[in-house]
């Protein structure tokens, strides 16, 4: 009776509907149910499910306790709270992969600023050095100039003798000119210091200010991927309601139309018992006249 009733109901054939009743005890009803949630090919076996449940509940056929009853539920209820525990951890993997991705990138995007800080350090240090030597060389050409201002004064105050004073008049004016192009050449060669120093460091501030750039566009490919999963989430969690929505619709017009059946035939039955009274009555009716037209008879003979 009850295979008959499913397969007017849901318009099963009758293989058809063994074999999902025997899924249902072999697989459990709890695994039946997530599968019609995520797969809309598969709604058979929940309605088979829901059908089932519903003449077990019924007061004429009772075959689970209530303890039982609730314990099938709070199972039930648990295996919904780890399969959605497990998809929780899955989205926290995924994010600590992308975390981990961006901690690397991060990671090797600092080690090559540092790489670079310890060549433009090195390089700077070379730069110092030269112009130290740079400045060393300054104060001994100062010092030297002193000493001339120091011979000078000795020339005057010796009165030396004028080819004396010619000769080394000639020693100071040459020791004044390579002075002079000492200087030259020190303050050119510290001009192309100078300039080979900005331009090292407009090239690590334009490498850094690539690399800001790739961090930030790296960040932003998270934020995206991490909002698409958002979406879908959200997206697949609306379907899985309405669906179940649709389901308890259906189950209700369902039940409406079974309550109106069975308040037809309490009807059918009404009308049925009144006739056999009437019946009945009529039968009495008869047999009292027949019995006083027999006695009437009588009497007159």
Do not use: W
């Amino acid at each position: 009776e009850k295979l008959a009733q499913l397969r007017l109901r849901y318009k099963f054939t009758q293989s058809e509907l063994l074999k999902e009743i025997n899924n249902i005890k072999t697989n459990g009803v709890t695994e039946i149910e997530f599968q019609a949630l995520n797969k809309p090919d598969e709604l058979k076996p929940y309605l088979v499910k829901e059908f089932l449940t519903e003449i077990s509940n019924s007061p004429t056929i009772q075959k689970q306790s209530p303890i039982e009853r609730n314990e099938k539920i709070r199972q039930i209820q648990e295996k919904k709270e780890m399969i959605l525990s497990e998809k929780d951890k899955r989205h926290e993997q995924h994010v600590d992969q992308i975390n981990e991705k961006l901690l690397t990138v991060t990671q090797q995007k600092e080690l090559d600023k540092l790489v670079t800080k310890e060549k433009y350090g090195e390089k700077m240090l070379k730069v110092n050095e030269h112009l130290e030597r740079v400045r060393k060389a300054q104060e001994e050409a100062i010092q030297q100039k002193q000493k001339r201002l120091k011979l000078k004064e000795d020339i005057e105050k010796s009165k030396l003798t004028s080819l004396e004073l010619k000769r080394k008049q000639e020693i100071i004016e040459k020791t004044f000119e390579r002075d002079v192009k000492i200087e030259t050449i020190l303050s050119k060669k510290q001009d192309i210091l100078a300039k080979e120093a900005e331009r090292a460091v407009s090239r690590h501030d334009k490498q850094l200010g690539f690399q800001n750039i790739e961090v930030t566009r790296s960040r932003s490919r998270v934020d995206d991927s991490a909002n698409k999963l958002d979406v879908v989430m959200e997206q697949n969690l609306q379907k899985a309601i309405d669906l179940k929505r649709k389901q308890l619709d259906q189950i209700r017009l369902q039940s409406q139309e079974k309550l109106r059946k069975i308040q037809e035939v309490k009807e059918n039955r009404r009308k049925l018992v009144e006739l056999e009274q009437f019946e009945k009555a009529v039968k009495i009716n008869s047999r009292s006249s027949s019995r006083r037209d027999r006695s009437d008879s009588t009497t007159k003979k």
